[in-house]
């Protein structure tokens, strides 16, 4: 069990989920598909590099200067900075996206409620260790469920898949100890509402 909980921890890191969440809309959400296929491979291209591939290479970095003890950041504080810079990231990608004459906007309002969401942790990981995992799974249910009543479609089976995943990962992180159980469902609720409520006024 142990190896499992570390597994889905590590495969359903917080940094990959913007680009996952972005990947099922996307494929879920029938407007997106009249788009060129061009103009999606931008946005996945500038979603992926801001908020996955560039955060992770300075993980190394951040390791070489001290800034952190291990890769899975157990101590609060350490996490701090990295959040920081991970926040700095996504605004180059809100910023780049705001931009761009084809991003449509549900993907815009997306990717500020998270970036306004990414800030909003660090400000609570000064205090107390609220779990990433479920702030990054917490954000993509509220954008399912969002881009759901916003164009009116019916994604009840991939938002319950996605609550379901988000059921195993939390009690994943429970496991290992990286959490207690209110930092897991504050995690997730805050995520979720803020992002839910931001695909509509964003």
């Not at 004459?101 to 309002?109: C, D, L, N, S």
């Amino acid at each position: 069990m142990n190896h499992i909980s570390r597994i889905l921890s590590i495969l359903l890191h917080p940094l990959i989920i913007p680009t996952l969440g972005l990947f099922v809309i996307v494929n879920l959400d029938p407007f997106m598909a009249l788009m060129p296929m061009i103009q999606l491979q931008i946005i996945f291209l500038i979603v992926a590099l801001c908020t996955f591939i560039i955060p992770l290479t300075l993980i190394p970095l951040f390791l070489k200067l001290g800034t952190i003890s291990s890769v899975y950041m157990n101590d609060r504080r350490e996490r701090i900075l990295p959040v920081f810079f991970t926040g700095v990231f996504y605004f180059l990608a809100y910023f780049t996206l705001k931009r761009l004459p084809f991003t449509p906007r549900v993907i815009e309002a997306f990717m500020l409620s998270s970036l306004i969401t990414v800030y909003i942790a660090m400000g609570i990981t000064f205090f107390w260790k609220i779990s990433m995992h479920m702030i990054g799974f917490g954000g993509f249910a509220g954008a399912l469920l969002g881009v759901s009543y916003l164009h009116a479609l019916n994604l009840f089976w991939p938002f319950v898949v996605v609550l379901v995943i988000a059921g195993l990962l939390g009690t994943s992180r429970l496991y290992l100890n990286a959490h207690k159980p209110a930092q897991v469902y504050a995690g997730f609720m805050m995520s979720f509402v803020f992002v839910f409520i931001g695909i509509f006024i964003f």
